[in-house]
């Protein structure tokens, strides 16, 4: 069993999975979407749910560095609705994602030497990888469901 990772954007989610003991995050996937015509790759992600035994799903809350919640914040707390709907026996679960994507593009640039172009096709799983690490990390409730 794995928790899996997602980081919620307009176009794209990013989607990471852990190892079956909860100890890292590795980055599996973007799943495009398209908000405006309420296309979401729910089917992906069940492939993915199938494929790697989901035991939960985090999910990153994109908070305002001031701690308060925007439109994007809600598009992450939409989507985990419809996870819920689609998987109502597997748990969900928020992990705040501020500075996750600034952090994947340092990473990328500093560390990796990726270019711009690549960067823009990584960095959603990037920080889907990033938000799932931080959770293991802080030991989030549902990593009692990976034992």
Known sequence: MRLMGLDVGSKTVGISVSDPLGWTAQAVEIIPIDE?????????????VKKEQVAGFVIGLPKNMNN?????????????K???Q???????????????????????????????????KV???????FILQSYLDRHGRLVNKLK
């Open 36 to 48: 405006e015509n309420e296309i979401f790759g729910i089917d992906r992600v069940a492939e993915l």
């Open 68 to 80: 308060t919640e925007g439109p994007r914040v809600e598009a992450s707390q939409h989507y985990g």
């Open 82 to 84: 419809l996870l819920q």
């Open 86 to 120: 689609r998987f109502p026996d597997i748990p969900i679960d928020f992990q705040d994602e501020r500075l996750t994507t600034v952090e994947a593009h340092r990473m990328l640039v500093e560390e990796a030497d990726i270019s711009r172009a690549k960067q823009k």
């Open 123 to 129: 960095i959603d799983e990037v920080a889907a990888t």
